[in-house]
T-cell receptor, first 112, second 111 residues
Framework: QKEVEQNSGPLSVPEGAIASLNCTYS??????FFWYRQYSGKSPELIMS????GDKEDGRFTAQLNKASQYVSLLIRDSQPSDSATYLC????????????FGTGTQLKVEL | DAMVIQNPRYQVTQFGKPVTLSCSQT?????MYWYQQKSSQAPKLLFH???????NEADTPDNFQSRRPNTSFCFLDIRSPGLGDAAMYLC??????????FGPGTRLTVT
């Protein structure tokens, strides 16, 4: 079974610090990787997509992908209380057409 | 603004009483998905339409059906809701299966 694993947390970081969220996946053929932010009671919001090895930066967010290690991470710089949410890692499945496999998410708490 | 819209946002139904949830999109995306998400769990894909082609997940109960009458609209029908079907139902869209964008969701309560 194709899996995406994340530490459920909560991950607590002080305001202004860097938050590091990690994700591993089992399907070696996966090609597309996404990070979603989900506030409690709300729907997932796409914040980053990454398709090739290396880093991709967008504002305070940096996604990192290492396909050889089957590992994708999200760094949030200058963390703010408004970043407190659950972060879902999602990976496309090979042979599955257009489907995403989600991890169960990491809860991030940014403390004042 | 282009968006994914779900109605209603909150739905209360009785055990066994059919219910329909709707999704519309102005993104002109050709793929539409329905997910079920329960508390503290990952979204679970129920089915998706790639253009007009319907793709059901193997473990989606027969109690769940879907219709896509045109590019913009998609419906989720739950024929006989059970207590275990109480969840957030999420509609998402994408262009050719790339980045998926979610609507706000419908919270379903079964009494």
């Amino acid at each position: 079974q194709k899996e995406v694993e994340q530490n459920s947390g909560p991950l607590s970081v002080p305001e202004g610090a860097i938050a590091s969220l990690n994700c591993t996946y089992s399907d070696r053929g996966s090609q597309s990787f996404f990070w979603y932010r989900q506030y409690s009671g709300k729907s997932p919001e796409l914040i980053m997509s990454i398709y090739s090895n290396g880093d991709k930066e967008d504002g305070r967010f940096t996604a990192q992908l290492n396909k050889a290690s089957q590992y994708v991470s999200l760094l949030i710089r200058d963390s703010q209380p408004s970043d407190s949410a659950t972060y879902l890692c999602a990976v496309t499945s090979t042979g599955g057409g257009n489907k995403l496999t989600f991890g169960t998410g990491t809860q991030l708490k940014v403390e004042l | 603004d282009a968006m994914v819209i779900q109605n209603p946002r909150y739905q209360v139904t009785q055990f066994g009483k059919p219910v329909t949830l709707s999704c519309s999109q102005t993104l002109n995306h050709n793929v539409m998905y329905w997910y079920q998400q329960k508390s503290s769990q990952a979204p679970k894909l129920l089915f998706h339409y790639y253009d007009k082609d319907f793709n059901n997940e193997a473990d989606t109960p027969d109690n769940f059906q879907s219709r896509r009458p045109n590019t913009s609209f998609c419906f989720l029908d739950i024929r006989s809701p059970g207590l275990g079907d109480a969840a957030m139902y999420l509609c998402a869209t994408s262009r050719d299966g790339y980045e998926q964008y979610f609507g706000p969701g419908t919270r379903l309560t079964v009494t």
